[in-house]
């Protein structure tokens, strides 16, 4: 029997159950045992910063930084005071945060005469701390500390991290999680939040929207203030039921705090529209940073740009149609056999998955879990792309974070019918805990298992089979043809099998080398012209031959990926959905016609004839 994140079934169609196996072969780097050698490493090079000559600037600036940290928490707390909060626990926040950052300066100031001293010693701890239940708050406060920015564990820290240390930082929040007591800072580091000038702006975006909602001014037109007050009546009803098992979202000042970021981040910009859900992305945040309206602002606007950015807008229905698909195609990359089976008994995912994508599964997730699947989601952003160029892939995580959390859930899939597993995958009504952890354990060794370009949910150039990665402001391109380039694809590929990938990606270093291609034009075609190492089955052959085919020359060849390539897309799509039906894992489609992969594949990996060679030196 296979083993599927840690459960044992008969059935042998998820690929989740091998990742860990199949993801060594394809990067050393994929394995978890690797990638816990490199976190301690990793940890002790960046301790090591601070024996180089900048040092002493830097911790010139910390103090300076502290002290400044330290006078304006005195100031907030005595204007949180004047605002009519509770005394007693305003102070006590106060001195506790003033304590830790005091602490953490003197360690700064110790760390600076005896860093040569204790590197062997920080190793020695960094082995004993896994045993301690603390040990990634450990970890986390020693970056902070080598990252030169203590004053991050501030709620009113002006650091920001270079992409390095951000990326550094990411690594350790996916293989480690992030200590409840840090996750605040550590995401505002992570989406690049300024707490000044996040006041700033909630300040302005606040009067904007109490503006438009009064129009006392009478600067704005009334089918704005109408529909401002429609989004009022329209939070009333929503916020009273958003976690309503949570008591801390029930007592003050929450509910306030809640109605107020919302309303002012919705009347912030034109294009913005309140969808059902939205709320139950922002309490969470709310509560991550206790009730900081500005905080919360600037997180839930670095959250929707980052993974949603095409989802609270007016139309949003490509947006979601885009994911639901990408879901339908990534299952059936990952686990065929779960993929026929939902198929076979009329279960799609729009019939469960859309309130999981408007609220990246804050709707069905308590809220403890809920933060650690954002933590995994915003490490996995800033590791796999450029900085500035997160929200790439971004899009596609909570896509593959449902595909993985399907696989997981077989168990209880398949006995039930059209019916039963509507209604479970719409409320989960199972233990939950041990599960997402699981996911969570597998979903980075996924991710690098998936291509670019299928994780790429909303790219308009995908369609043509052009690399969007390259050059600087492709993704901001989005003109009317891009937008009817980005329908076109969900038409063409809505009734598809397998996911399409790039051929640019195809032809690159790792994926062409684990990667058995298969092409299934006409054998006369094949051998005027192929890809080396390709096989050719042609269209004709019958389906269950060619499937048996292709699982020997895989496993002979020990290939990863299967890749088909066809005249033209519709023909090679078609065999990729007769190996998907044969429960064949990791299957794709090259999303253009042979021809054109041809053109932008190198000389040397082509196989001519001696005469379509001499042709081609003709026409030159």
Known sequence: PMTCCGTAYPNNGSVVSSVSSEAALFDDSLSNASLAKRVPSSIHRVVSL???????????????????????????????????????????????????????????????????????????????????????????????????????????????????????????????????????????????????????????????AQRVATNKSKMHSQKETKAAIQLLRQMAKDIPRCHAYHARLKSKPYPEALRNVLLAWTLAERPRMYWQGLDSICAPLLLLHKSNEALTFASLEGLISTFLSDIFVLNNHLALQERLLGLQHIVSFLDPQLSNHLRDIGVTPNLYAISWFLTLFAHVLPIDLVLEVWDVFLGLAHVSSPPGKEARCACGLPVLFAAVLLSRLRSYIFPEDFAGTTVFLSRLPCPLTKIVRDVLHSLPLVFRLVPRSVLRLNDPLRSRGIDSGRGEGTEQEEEPTGMSSRAQFVEDTKYERSPRIQPCEVLAGPMFDKSLIVDVRSE???????????????????????????????????????IVLGEDIESAAIFSGALVDQEVTMVMTVGTSAKAMFEQADSSILVRSKRSSSMSKTTE
């Open 50 to 208: 601070q024996q180089n000559a900048s040092a002493v600037v830097l911790r010139k600036d910390i103090s300076v930084a502290v002290a400044r940290n330290a006078r304006d928490l005195k100031s907030t707390s005595k204007k949180t005071l004047t605002n009519g909060g509770d005394k007693a626990s305003a102070t006590a926040r106060s001195d506790l945060t003033t304590q830790s950052i005091n602490k953490e300066a003197s360690k700064n100031n110790n760390n600076s005469s005896n860093s040569t001293n204790n590197n062997n010693d920080d190793d020695d701890e960094n082995t004993n701390s896994k045993k301690d239940g603390n040990s990634a708050g450990v970890k986390f406060a020693r970056v902070f500390d080598a990252l030169s920015t203590p004053n991050a564990l501030s709620p009113l820290s002006t650091k920001r991290l270079d992409p390095k240390s951000k990326r550094l930082l990411a690594q350790i929040i996916i293989s480690e999680g992030s200590p409840p007591q840090l996750r605040g800072s550590i995401w505002s580091l992570l989406l690049s939040i300024s707490p000044c000038i996040a006041k700033w702006q909630y300040a302005g975006c606040t009067r904007r």
């Open 524 to 562: 006369k075609a094949f051998a005027s012209e192929h890809v080396l190492g390709s096989v050719n089955i042609p269209l004709t052959t019958d389906r269950g031959h060619a499937c048996r085919t292709v699982m020997a020359q895989r496993v002979q060849l020990g290939s990863l990926f299967v």
